[in-house]
């Protein structure tokens, strides 16, 4: 028996990297599988079909049951034909993972308007649309009576929730998911969706051409030795996220190897205040005691 037995999922940009290792775990698990990928470059250039169409000949191969999808979810139609692509196939849908994404990594200064658009698109647009349609699908369910226990699980990433050189677009698209993720579990818990998101580090083509990092993530030359940047680590969370039982609900994990470890949100720490409004040099006094 599987954890995951009964469960339709989607999971985008699943043709590869981590969101292939969500895939094959999901449907070992007993999970139906929508492999949702366009096929794009690591800085979404360059299409080709066959990732996702070779990740469902694995899921076949091993006896699960899965189909492909190339849409883009960053557009509204895309967002609209996944979820209609697990209902018609399936018959019903019960998980999202928001995980397709794009790299294009520049210092603030020679960053262009097209590379902030194209980060932001995929990633924030890209979570937000096909979690709206499936919003609306599982509020129609839960208005029709029926008991939906839905799980949307999204991709943010420690570039947006500690903060990267580099990375601007991309931290600021990570930090909104993670921020995105937290309200969207207070507004669907009614009709029975949970919400949580993961910042996981593997070594995919996204990360090994990141300078400094492809070294130190390197697979172990020693088969004995754990792998700990293999990207398939990151995927038991994923699924346990899934499972139809699971609580979790408006939480962030990061994730790499065998560690697991919960998010804060933004939180409010020192404080100075009077009963008045502050004059500017009496403020600029008492700033520093903030953060000293
Ligand atoms: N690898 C890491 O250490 C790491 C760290 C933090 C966050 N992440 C995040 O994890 C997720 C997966 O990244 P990865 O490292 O496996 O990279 P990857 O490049 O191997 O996989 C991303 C996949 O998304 C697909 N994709 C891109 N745009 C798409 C679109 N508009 N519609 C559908 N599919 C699209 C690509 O074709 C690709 O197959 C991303 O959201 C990434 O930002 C990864």
Redesign the pocket.
């Known amino acids: 028996m599987g954890a995951l037995d009964g469960r339709v999922a989607i999971i985008?940009?699943a043709?590869?990297?981590?969101?292939r290792e969500h895939a094959l775990l999901f449907a070992a698990e007993g999970a139906k599988v929508v492999v949702?990928?366009?096929?794009?470059g690591?800085d979404?250039s360059a299409m080709t079909a066959s990732?996702a169409e070779e990740v469902v000949a694995e899921i076949r191969a091993i006896g699960g049951d899965a189909v492909a999808n190339h849409d883009?979810?960053?557009t509204w139609a895309g967002g609209e034909n996944l979820i209609k692509t697990a209902v018609d196939t399936f018959g019903d849908v019960h998980v999202l993972v928001n995980?397709?994404?794009?790299l294009r990594d520049r210092v603030l200064v020679n960053l262009s308007e097209e590379d902030w658009d194209a980060v932001i698109n995929?990633?924030l647009k890209?979570h937000f649309i096909p979690t709206r349609h499936a919003a609306a699908y599982w509020r129609e369910q839960a208005k029709a009576g029926k008991t939906v226990k839905a799980s949307i699980i999204s991709?943010s990433?420690t570039s947006g929730l500690i903060g990267n050189v580099g990375q601007s677009n991309y931290g600021a698209a990570k930090a909104g998911i993670a921020a995105f993720t937290v309200i969207i579990a207070e507004e669907l818990a009614r009709y029975g969706v949970r919400a949580n998101a993961i910042?996981?580090?593997?070594r995919?083509?996204?990360?090994e051409a990141l300078p400094g990092l492809g070294e130190h993530i390197a697979k172990p030359s020693d088969a004995a030795v754990f792998d700990a940047f293999d990207?398939g680590n990151i995927s038991p969370l994923v699924a346990t996220l899934a499972m139809e039982d699971c609580e979790a609900n408006g939480q962030v994990f990061f994730v790499q190897g065998g560690t697991v470890r919960k998010f804060q949100n933004w939180t409010m720490t020192t404080t100075i205040e009077k009963n008045d409004r502050w004059e500017v040099a009496e403020l600029a006094q008492q700033l520093p005691t903030l953060f000293a």
Do not use: C, E, K, Y
């Not at 995919?204 to 990360?207: E, F, G, K, S």
């Open positions: 985008t940009g043709g590869r990297g981590i969101g949702n990928d366009l096929g794009g690591v979404g990732p883009n979810v960053a995980n397709a994404g794009i995929v990633h890209g991709t990433s910042a996981p580090v593997a995919t083509r996204m990360t990207p």
